[in-house]
């Protein structure tokens, strides 16, 4: 949407002329209407203008002065100029000037209609030329680490938002109206797109959010972040660029920010000596659920914490072979070049189900864990996710155990003569009373045992299981 500034000192034909050109079927908006030249510069100088309408004969600084001023401050600008009887003498003067259209009172509208399309079409024309220009620059700069210069009128700080090549032409096509809009440029280089916002913060990303929720983009992610200078936009181009790979932890398209990913992480490979110290031990012992639990919990962890997902491919690899070497398992068609096909995986449930299913295929090999009843396994399994707002029997039966949820439902209460959600209260709420002990508040106790941001719902269920409320029960464990 161009915008077009009016420019006369008869109130009346400033603005008949703006009632003219806005009744046009154009993509334009008539934002200001000036009696003024002075005004007029004023305005130009606070917000971009593409194309002025104004009469050149006004007092104070007439319109040849007005547009030498327009022109030193935006030599793309398109002028419209209306001229009375015998006002044709400026005519050399402005067209010296880059003015190509004059237009005499009274006018006619059809040759205001075509001078303001002929100025629109222009316009648009410089914008892209100038915006390819500057995009250009933009991508040597990077290229050569910074020795070529950036655009001069990229100003920082800047919002910067990196995304897989692949996803260019969505990206380009859903931020165009914006770009017309604002001094945001949208390009690739090496292989990673870029979309940013010219000296501006915040208004780019509530675009992008409203924008993402109207297309379907697939598995990828946008890393956000703010650059503050030239040294600082090639560090977080080319960090952006190494950490692309992340999307293996999303299923869907999200942008997340870069501090997510600037955290230092020097404990990241203890992560995973300790999940696979836990993980072989469990296994020694037979005790299979535990090491399914334990493996869930790792994967989560990898996911919150953006573990590096090259280093898990390569970990998760050694491990399935150390699995293979230490314990007699009947390998199927799943670990068939298994090495490789790791190295390949795109997702990290692809992964995940990788170790939980060799640990499945070790259940006829491991004889004390085939006699565990499904309930030992199911009371396992909320002990070590009764925290967890989503824990249930479906999630239990379709990430852990593999079974048919009604199935194990029945089951489990076959076993136990209690149903499953009366027991995963009674655990998460004893787990409460615990913490209530330790000075934790109401609030925090409900996050803690599962009950998320309920916590009107977590003391209804404390005083059920109980027969008195959180409070009381602190204020019981007060010495008299």
Known sequence: MKKILVV??????????????SGYNLPLEVTDVCLDSEEALIICQQKKIDVIV???NMPNLNGIELIKALKNLDPTLQIIILTGFGSFSYAKEAMALGVKHFLE????????????RDCLAVAERQQEESKLYQRRQIERFLSSSGVEALPESLSFPFDLYLFDSRFYPQLAKISKNYRENNPAFVGHHSKVGYLLNSGSTGSLGGFLITALEKVQLGKGIAIHCQVQDAEDFLFRFYLGKRNLDKEFYFDEFQIINQERILREKVYENQIYVEFREKLLQYLNQGELTRAQVLTETFF?????ELYPVQLLRLQINELLTTIFDLYPVKRDSTFDDYSPKIMLLNDWQELSFMLMHCIDLMRSTLSNQENMKLSHKVNLIIEEYYDRESLSLKWIANRLLYLNPEYLGKTYYKETKVRFNKKLAEYRIAKAQELLQQNYKVYEVAAMTGFGNSPEYFVQTFKKITGITPKQFVKQQVPV
């Open 8 to 21: 006369d000192d008869e109130p009346l034909i400033a603005k008949g002329v703006a009632t003219l050109i």
């Open 54 to 56: 104004t009469d050149i």
């Open 105 to 116: 009172k009274p006018l006619i509208p059809g040759m205001m209609y075509e001078a303001v």
């Open 300 to 304: 989560d962890t990898c996911r919150s």
